[in-house]
């Protein structure tokens, strides 16, 4: 099998490494903006790299692996439907619900297959806290809480396309927080802060942000998430039931200190990016992909999920400017609007 990798940027990169050295992956053809850059990864993986967008379809590809900064998602995907081709890309689809629409009825005329990529689907925490909500362990379900932490902010340039704190980096909780529980959201309370560095008021964005969420079956969820951790990166879930309370991503590497005098010790090796802590999750997705092209399991993650998860991202921005509670179906776009 060939695989065409568009963007070789940071994510990129981590996947053009896991499908060179994947078996049932003959070969990579891989391009970026910056030709030098998609040059420079295939001369490290011995793969080939073109100089556009043009070439991944004329020299042939079985499918098409798109980590370009996210403006550019939606149309690639289109232009990957119309070619037939099966399609894993990065979350999200695009900045705003119009050109998610219409990458995903791109997707559905051409009958192909869009992957995304929320690989917290493929951790093994998050699949263990999924797994024990469905056998009753918990009991009834009364209260999560959730947060993304990053240790330090992305590069300035890598701010201004991403579509601010919700769209970017909370989008990932949204999602796992709905494929964990099995639960729709009915509502959110979003606040947001740019006090701190001045390069997120430059980007239009905020540095902080947390959410108050209700699930359809009335459990409550908090979710914050930072972009400038000092202790290092912390991704954690806690949900709590009438039984019993877990915790995913509490290990060793968890960057926080205990003030109790029996507490555990401060972690050694607290985890330092999405790219080290989530790298088995990166890989196994990928992987899954490779089985989905070989028509071997269903998609684990279409694109009407990650739709779902851009409505919550949608409903908490304007949450945050009008100061009110908002319901997901109240964004423009839903599911009548667009497969109706
Ligand atoms: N799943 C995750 O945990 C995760 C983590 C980080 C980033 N992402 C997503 O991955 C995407 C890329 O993020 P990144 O951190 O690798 O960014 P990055 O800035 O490191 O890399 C993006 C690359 O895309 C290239 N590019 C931009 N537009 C292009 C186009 N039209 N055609 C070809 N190449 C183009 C740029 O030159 C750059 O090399 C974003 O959509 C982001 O949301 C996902």
Known sequence: MRIGVIGTGRIGTIHAHTLSRHRDVGSLILTDADPARAQALAHRLGETA???????YTWGVDAVVITTATPAHAELIGRAARAGLPVFCEKPIALDLAGTL????????????????????????????????????????????????????????????S????????????????????????????????AGPAVFREAGDVGTGAVLLTLDDGTLAAVTATRMNGAGYDVRMELAGERDQIVVGLDDRTPIASTEPTGPPAADKPWTGFLER???????ELVA???????????????????????IAE??????????????????????????
């Open 50 to 56: 073109a100089p556009g967008v043009d070439e991944i």
């Open 102 to 161: 219409q990458a995903i009825a791109e997707v559905e005329t051409a009958g192909t297959v869009l992957q995304m990529g929320f690989q917290r689907r493929f951790d093994a925490g998050y699949t263990g806290a999924r797994e024990a909500v469905r056998s009753g362990r918990l009991g009834r379900l009364h209260t999560v809480r959730a947060m993304t932490s990053d240790a330090e902010p992305p590069p300035a340039g890598y701010l201004a396309q």
């Open 163 to 194: 579509g601010g704190l919700f769209r970017d980096t909370l989008i990932h909780d949204f999602d796992i927080l709905r494929w964990v529980t099995g639960r729709e959201i009915t509502d959110v309370c979003a606040a947001g802060s740019d």
């Open 278 to 284: 989530f790298a088995p999750a990166y890989e196994a």
């Open 289 to 311: 992909f490779v089985e989905v092209v070989r028509g071997e399991r269903p998609n684990p993650c279409d694109g009407r999920e990650a739709l779902q998860a851009l409505r």
């Open 315 to 340: 409903a908490c921005e304007l949450s945050r400017r009008e100061r009110r509670a908002v319901r997901p179906a109240e964004i423009p776009g839903g599911q009548e609007a667009a497969f109706g």
